[in-house]
């Protein structure tokens, strides 16, 4: 496609490859030996290490490596959780009502109940979580919350209802565990400390990624958590451990320079991001509402109530735009009006191209060209 704003990919132009190449010469000259042996649960001390420090600088708490295990991309993690937290199928997860699509095919998979709670600009709402809580049937056997720059809305769960999230779930007695797999990816504005930073209670657990900072393909991870989960949760993984000559290189890479890479990615992922907001608002104003993510990698558009979904889907085809569906991050697979734009590997021409394309066909799948009639995001 020529303009394809679907997959959450980061972006290609950014990739270090020289730097990438020294780290890799370096791995195998200094750890060719360590190939030769299976990595066990935790995996790569060095990048553990460098990982905790990364997770200490960025949310401001002291992380011990020893309680950190290299996982295949943070997708084994979510997977993982699911496994070690749950009983029987049946069970229920709590998530939002937006949320990724891989966690929600992954949790289905493994015979999870999802019940999903509204999110607003100010991520998950507690006051559905507590009535939910309240009035629930059956405990849920934890909490999956995207904390940060969230997939697919973009929007961050504010400080004052993080700290509420921790509270219910002190009362409640329920693991929460946090996806923060877009946590590097900021771009501007305060950014709340992880859950995992502001509690130390034991139901907090905690999920990164190298994939959306760095790349996908190198498939690495982390799961941070406290006794007994981690033991519980790395019990449950029977693969023998990541894959030692990625966290190798990726080893040799950060240890160069922890934070380089990461700030180079994001001026370049934030000047994507202004792009498409100022596209839209070029565009598409009259018509839709978009959330302002702060950070990661997508950004969510409300459409008008009279656009013919499958009529959008169809125009954009024919004119080369891609795009994710809202219902694919519902938890019931709801035909929502909403769509996910992905801008982290779109080139800046093609966003600039590519953004009247798309108002063309959403006004042509409508049945009306009134203004839009809401105002904000989300419906209360
Ligand atoms: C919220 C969330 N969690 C996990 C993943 C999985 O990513 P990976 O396994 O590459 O780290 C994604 C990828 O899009 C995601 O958006």
Same mark, same amino acid.
């Given at each position: 496609?020529?303009?394809?704003?679907?997959?959450g @990919?980061t972006n290609?132009?950014?990739?270090? $490859?020289?730097?990438?190449?020294?780290?890799?010469?370096?791995?195998?000259?200094?750890?060719?030996?360590?190939?030769?042996?299976?990595?066990?649960?935790?995996?790569?001390? @060095?990048?553990?290490?460098?990982?905790? @420090?990364?997770?200490?600088?960025?949310?401001?708490?002291?992380?011990?490596?020893?309680?950190?295990?290299?996982?295949?991309?943070?997708?084994?993690?979510?997977?993982?959780? !699911?496994?070690?937290?749950?009983?029987?199928?049946?069970?229920?997860?709590?998530?939002?009502?937006?949320?990724?699509?891989?966690?929600?095919? &992954?949790?289905?998979?493994?015979?999870?109940?999802?019940?999903?709670?509204?999110?607003?600009?100010?991520?998950?709402?507690?006051?559905?979580?507590?009535?939910?809580?309240?009035?629930?049937?059956?405990?849920?056997?934890?909490?999956?919350?995207?904390?940060a720059y969230?997939?697919?809305?973009?929007?961050?769960?504010?400080?004052?209802?993080?700290?509420?999230?921790?509270?219910?779930?002190?009362?409640?007695? /329920?693991?929460?565990?946090?996806?923060n797999c877009y946590g590097d990816v900021h771009f501007? !504005?305060?950014k709340?400390?992880?859950?995992?930073?502001?509690?130390?209670?034991?139901?907090?657990?905690?999920?990164?990624s190298?994939s959306k900072i760095f790349?996908?393909?190198?498939?690495?991870?982390?799961?941070? &958590?406290?006794?007994?989960?981690?033991?519980?949760?790395?019990?449950?993984?029977?693969?023998?451990?990541?894959?030692?000559?990625?966290?190798?290189?990726?080893?040799?890479?950060?240890?160069?320079?922890?934070?380089?890479?990461c700030?180079?990615a994001n $001026?370049?992922l934030k000047?994507?991001r202004?792009?498409?907001?100022?596209?839209?608002?070029?565009?598409?104003?009259?018509?839709?509402?978009?959330?302002?993510p702060t950070g990661g990698l997508f950004?969510?558009?409300?459409?008008?109530?009279?656009?013919?979904?499958?009529?959008?889907?169809?125009?954009?085809?024919?004119?080369?735009?891609?795009?994710?569906?809202?219902?694919?991050?519902?938890?019931? !697979?709801?035909? $929502?009006?909403?769509?996910?734009?992905?801008?982290g590997?779109?080139?800046?021409?093609? /966003?600039?191209?590519? /953004?009247?394309?798309?108002?063309?066909?959403?006004?042509?799948?409508?049945?009306?060209?009134?203004?839009?009639?809401?105002?904000?995001?989300?419906?209360?």
């Amino acid at each position: 496609m020529k303009y394809d704003f679907a997959v959450g @990919q980061t972006n290609p132009e950014t990739f270090p $490859v020289e730097a990438f190449k020294r780290a890799a010469i370096q791995a195998i000259e200094d750890e060719h030996a360590s190939f030769n042996q299976y990595p066990g649960g935790k995996g790569h001390p @060095q990048l553990r290490a460098l990982m905790a @420090q990364r997770e200490s600088e960025r949310e401001g708490v002291r992380v011990d490596p020893e309680m950190m295990a290299l996982t295949n991309g943070s997708m084994q993690g979510v997977t993982l959780v !699911g496994q070690a937290l749950m009983d029987a199928p049946g069970d229920q997860v709590i998530t939002e009502a937006f949320t990724y699509s891989g966690t929600i095919a &992954a949790y289905k998979g493994i015979g999870l109940d999802m019940v999903g709670i509204p999110v607003d600009e100010s991520g998950m709402r507690m006051d559905h979580l507590e009535a939910h809580l309240r009035s629930m049937k059956k405990k849920p056997k934890f909490i999956y919350a995207l904390t940060a720059y969230q997939n697919p809305t973009g929007v961050n769960l504010s400080l004052e209802r993080r700290h509420r999230l921790i509270e219910l779930a002190a009362e409640y007695e /329920i693991p929460v565990v946090e996806d923060n797999c877009y946590g590097d990816v900021h771009f501007d !504005g305060d950014k709340p400390p992880a859950l995992y930073a502001l509690s130390d209670d034991a139901h907090h657990i905690y999920l990164c990624s190298l994939s959306k900072i760095f790349a996908p393909g190198v498939r690495l991870g982390y799961v941070l &958590a406290r006794r007994p989960y981690f033991e519980k949760i790395v019990g449950r993984r029977f693969d023998a451990g990541s894959n030692t000559f990625a966290a190798a290189v990726m080893a040799k890479f950060y240890g160069e320079n922890l934070w380089t890479h990461c700030e180079a990615a994001n $001026v370049a992922l934030k000047r994507k991001r202004d792009l498409l907001v100022s596209r839209l608002k070029d565009v598409l104003e009259d018509e839709c509402v978009w959330s302002h993510p702060t950070g990661g990698l997508f950004l969510w558009l409300r459409l008008p109530e009279d656009t013919d979904l499958d009529r959008l889907r169809t125009e954009a085809t024919n004119k080369g735009f891609n795009y994710a569906e809202g219902r694919d991050f519902h938890e019931t !697979g709801e035909r $929502v009006p909403y769509i996910r734009l992905a801008f982290g590997h779109v080139p800046d021409d093609a /966003i600039v191209e590519g /953004i009247p394309v798309l108002a063309q066909c959403v006004q042509r799948a409508r049945s009306s060209n009134a203004p839009r009639d809401f105002t904000s995001l989300f419906d209360d």
